[in-house]
């Protein structure tokens, strides 16, 4: 009996129809990286298992741990559920690198949740991550949020809003509603799903986390505190005789200013005391990138300063702040937008084989069309054009070239045109001397 195929719920196929908006993308962030100064890390699939818990509050459940030598608890596995984990500890591991020390890294990651495809959301995606690590210098924190933002521009997401939070505000809120310190953790995960459960929801989350039901009603009143990030006057009231909750609105105003200093358009920025972020090792400010034309979709880019984490493997603090952006979250987003753009093939052009006389100049042709930076297949077998336009077609290749030995003789070429489904005849010098602007 055969062996049926079949895929792991919440994992897929990436065909050449998703892989190559996909390398576009993936092209766009490394551009981005690099051009702020960011350079590239890897690190493995795998991690002791006592490396990556601790460090995520509920969602610690998600992680998938492995079988293998599961009998000893000092080298239990599990693949990785994040990037900024593995970062800590190859910090931890290679005191030898300068600091600041600007990473990025696109690699995949797993987590045990429930698939919500129409989400981007998946068991394995590919995560793409930039850090910052080594000082406390709110341009730290400016560069990203500018980084990002310039990055959704190029990627041509119109309206998308960076909502900016501090985590220090949020404790502020907690002791201003009278919830014990010791709930903050689960406060800001009962917060972080106010977009997906509503208020009601969140005031079930807050009494099932312990949560008493006045307390949860301030902590409500607290996050719906509008207000405004160039002039927070309104929460400054709110946090006098708490000099930490003051801080953090100093250090938000601060961040403001940066990121408009460093090119942010002011229409992206928005103060947003719902924002929690609800991993537990965030210390500082905090940001999330949304897009409300789309608002199904979630954040489609999230970080925030987190000093505490890499100390974790050292001993001492080593500061730093990241962010992770969502390839596929973005991906799906950018298809929704501008349905039935993706294509199958990189190809521009395919040079067909059908006439015996000109085999020989069409293998050439391909050959000179490739130095000259032409994506280009040559048909692999010689046989009638018919088949080979269909060839085309059915891949998506926009441009056939037709080598008649009547046309190659007089120094021509057969250019087909498969979207408008026509055919002119081309002096050959004309099409090498400009290939790119005539097969575009």
């Not at 000092?74 to 900024?84: C, F, K, M, P, V």
């Not at 026509?422 to 575009?440: F, K, N, V």
Request: glycine residues 10%; proline residues 7%.
């Amino acid at each position: 009996m055969p062996i049926q195929p079949r895929l792991y719920n919440g994992t897929r196929d990436l065909l050449p129809a998703d892989m190559l908006p996909r390398e576009r993308v993936l092209a766009e962030f490394r551009r981005a990286f690099q051009l702020y100064g960011f350079a590239p890390v890897e690190t493995p699939a795998m991690e002791y298992l006592e490396i990556l818990t601790g460090k995520y509050g509920d969602d610690e459940q998600l992680i998938y741990r492995l079988d293998y030598r599961n009998d000893d608890p000092a080298r239990r596995l599990a693949l990785r559920y994040d990037l900024t984990v593995p970062l800590a500890r190859l910090v931890a591991l290679h005191p030898e690198l300068p600091l600041p020390f600007k990473r990025y890294q696109l690699q995949p990651v797993w987590r045990a949740d429930r698939p919500q495809p129409h989400q981007g959301r998946y068991r394995e995606f590919m995560q793409c991550d930039l850090d910052t690590v080594g000082t406390t210098s709110l341009s730290a924190e400016g560069e990203i949020v500018a980084l990002c933002a310039d990055l959704l521009g190029r990627l041509e997401l119109p309206g998308f809003v960076i909502r900016l939070n501090h985590r220090r505000l949020l404790r502020a809120g907690v002791e201003w509603a009278g919830v014990d310190p010791a709930l903050e953790s689960a406060v800001c995960g009962a917060v972080d799903k106010l977009d997906k459960v509503g208020r009601e929801g969140v005031l079930r989350e807050l009494g099932a986390r312990g949560v008493g039901e006045e307390e949860a009603g301030r902590v409500l009143d607290w996050i719906s505190l509008p207000v405004d990030a160039g002039d927070p006057s309104a929460l400054a009231q709110r946090l006098e005789g708490r000099a930490d909750g003051l801080l953090a609105l100093d250090e938000l105003r601060e961040l403001h200013a940066q990121a408009l200093a460093l090119g942010v358009p002011e229409r992206h920025l928005k103060l947003d005391l719902t924002l929690a972020r609800g991993l537990s090792y965030y210390t500082g400010p905090i940001f999330e990138t949304v897009f409300p034309a789309l608002p199904h979709m979630g954040s489609l880019m999230g970080g925030g300063r987190y000093d505490g984490l890499i100390g974790m493997f050292l001993g001492r603090e080593i500061p730093a702040v990241g962010a992770t952006l969502g390839l596929d979250r973005i991906l799906t987003a950018l298809a929704q937008l501008r349905p039935g753009e993706a294509a199958a093939t990189p190809t521009r052009v395919l040079v067909s084989r059908c006439f015996t006389e000109t085999e020989g100049e069409a293998q050439r042709l391909a050959g000179r069309l490739r130095g000259l930076g032409i994506p280009t297949e040559l048909a692999l077998e010689p046989g009638k054009l018919k088949k080979q336009l269909a060839y085309a077609a059915k891949k998506g290749i926009p441009w056939v070239l037709v080598l008649g030995p009547d046309e190659w003789a007089a120094g021509q070429v057969g250019l087909r045109d498969m979207r408008a489904g026509s055919q002119t005849a081309m002096p050959l010098t004309e099409l090498l001397a400009d290939p790119g602007r005539i097969l575009a």
